[in-house]
């Protein structure tokens, strides 16, 4: 069979980029060229391939335009735009700027319609969606400072410190559309593994003092007032607004006794489509009914066991059980055993001040039996141990809170039973979240955050780690089309331009699988 013709470009098509081509090949056979090193003629060259490719997305987009249409223009306002004119726009891009001349539709008081803006789905403002792309996914990992600093020296555009700030809060606008249109179109659940988690937790970030909640605010004012530049014996910062933080991921049945949890014997599953995420503008009965929401989507009918691994916080607690007969779950709430283990050896050391042997057998031998279903039996011990050694209420006090928290949260200490049914019982999974979304981006030094920008960086790193970043990211540029361009037509149809080879059709939700 023979190939397939090509239709060869007009020779005034692309000159000034051909030109430039020629002008790069010249380069490399140049005595300059043939003096340099390899890493010097790299930085050269993607220093002149860059201005290349900007120089040929300017020529095609000047072949794009000027944009007109042989049908009527008309607003969503129903009038039609009659009175045409040349207008032109720059577009910051990755790689340089570029200027897009353009036919604007107007009648006068009224906003002029740019068909062709619609076309190649421009955004408002000066930057690209490409280029708002690249500057989400640097500042979800690493500070603005550094991201400028990246975007700068990897692309063509020299976006400003706040304009990239911005582009990161743009860039979230879509992040709980996102989800709620992948919950619709997956409702039949998946096939994953048969125990379904849904954890919880807190972490604090350092706020801006007119963005934390009214309360810590309150405060924040109370203490500069009492001192000003010292904190005074007992005082608190009163500077950190609490982020919830969640995560929903299903995990197979791992059954095993207490001696093979004591013993470490084997690592359990893996957790399968795990998905994490945190809110600081949300309270946390919205992020927790947002997590049962999530799971619901996984299992519609009910059929999975579902489980809530927590570390005991009050409030935590008293919004899963609420919100889990709202939804008529069949909920197990397992505490973290790691956070038992902690106020243990706390109270060890009131009877084995010092570090030894004497100290790990202590508390190997309780947390045993607790894995064993005897917390009230331990708690119990504990304090009658405490009576008979003399101990003053302050040197008992460790002991006397261990046991309160054991006694007080016994209905969720079951480890027999969870043991034998193969629940998870540590927090693992939301501890992470917690260190990757919140400490390793939020916890800079010196860093205080606005509400906006903490939410949207919180947003870009979530769908990053729960693997959705790039379908969100289509999904954003589809909102984006609608909002900026087919919203501002006659019944949302943009009409097509002359220049158009072939039929445009506008975007579409897609199915995200």
């Not at 720059?90 to 700027?97: K, S, Y």
């Not at 790193?461 to 379908?471: E, K, M, N, V």
């Not at 999904?475 to 984006?480: D, K, P, R, T, V």
Request: proline share 4%; hydrophobic share 35%; charged share 30%.
């Amino acid at each position: 069979m023979g190939a397939l013709a090509v239709n060869p470009l007009p020779e005034a098509a692309y000159d000034q980029a051909r030109e430039s081509f020629e002008h790069i090949v010249g380069y490399l056979d140049s005595a300059e060229a043939n003096t340099m090193t390899h890493s010097e003629l790299e930085r050269e060259l993607e220093k002149r391939g860059r201005e290349l490719m900007r120089q040929m997305l300017q020529e095609h987009l000047d072949r794009r335009g000027p944009g007109r249409c042989q049908e009527p223009v008309c607003g969503a306002d129903g009038i039609e735009r009659r009175c045409q004119r040349l207008q032109e726009r720059n577009l910051e891009t990755v790689l340089g700027t570029v200027s897009v001349e353009r036919t604007g539709y107007g009648q006068p008081g009224m906003e002029s319609l740019h068909p062709l803006d619609a076309e190649l789905n421009l955004p408002d403002e000066r930057y690209s969606l490409e280029l708002r792309r690249r500057v989400a996914r640097e500042a979800a990992k690493v500070s603005f400072d550094q991201s400028l600093e990246s975007i700068i020296a990897n692309t063509g555009a020299h976006p400003g410190k706040r304009q990239l700030e911005e582009l990161v809060m743009r860039a979230a606008h879509d992040f709980d559309a996102f989800y709620e249109q992948k919950q619709a179109i997956a409702a039949s659940g998946d096939n994953s593994a048969g125990l379904l988690v849904i954890s919880v937790d807190g972490k604090g970030i350092v706020m801006r003092t007119e963005d934390l909640r009214q309360q810590t605010r309150r405060a924040a004012e109370a203490r500069r007032r009492k001192m000003g530049k010292r904190l005074s014996k007992g005082e608190k910062k009163h500077a950190k607004r609490m982020a919830t933080v969640a995560t929903v991921y299903s995990i197979a049945a791992h059954v095993r006794s207490a001696e093979a949890v004591m013993q470490g014997a084997s690592k359990g599953p893996r957790p399968e489509n795990k998905r994490v995420w945190a809110s600081v503008e949300k309270d946390p009965e919205a992020v927790i009914a947002q997590a049962f929401a999530e799971a619901r989507q996984r299992d519609p009918a009910g059929v999975k066991q579902w489980v809530a691994l927590v570390d005991g916080a009050p409030e935590q607690l008293r919004l899963l059980r609420r919100i889990a007969r709202k939804e008529a779950v069949a909920l197990t709430i397992v505490m973290d055993v790691i956070h038992v283990i902690e106020y243990l050896w706390k109270a060890g050391r009131v009877f084995h001040p010092a570090s030894g042997a004497d100290l790990e057998g202590w508390v190997q031998h309780r947390v045993n039996n607790i894995l064993q279903g005897k917390a009230g039996l331990m708690a119990g011990g504990m304090r009658r141990s405490a009576t008979r050694h003399k101990l003053s209420p302050e040197d008992r006090k460790p002991v006397d809170i261990c046991a309160r928290y054991l006694l007080n949260h016994s209905q969720y200490l079951r480890y027999d039973r969870y043991l034998a049914r193969g629940l998870p019982i540590a927090t693992g999974v939301i501890e992470g979240a917690c260190r990757h979304l919140i400490k390793d981006r939020m916890d800079v030094t010196g860093a205080r955050w606005s509400l906006a920008g903490a939410e949207a960086v919180l947003r870009l790193r979530a769908l990053r780690s729960s693997g959705d970043f790039d379908q969100y990211w289509r999904f954003h540029e589809m909102c984006e089309y609608r909002r900026t361009h087919q919203s501002r037509y006659a019944d949302g149809i943009v009409p097509r331009t002359e220049q158009s080879t072939s039929e445009y059709r506008a975007p579409h939700l897609r199915v995200i699988k």
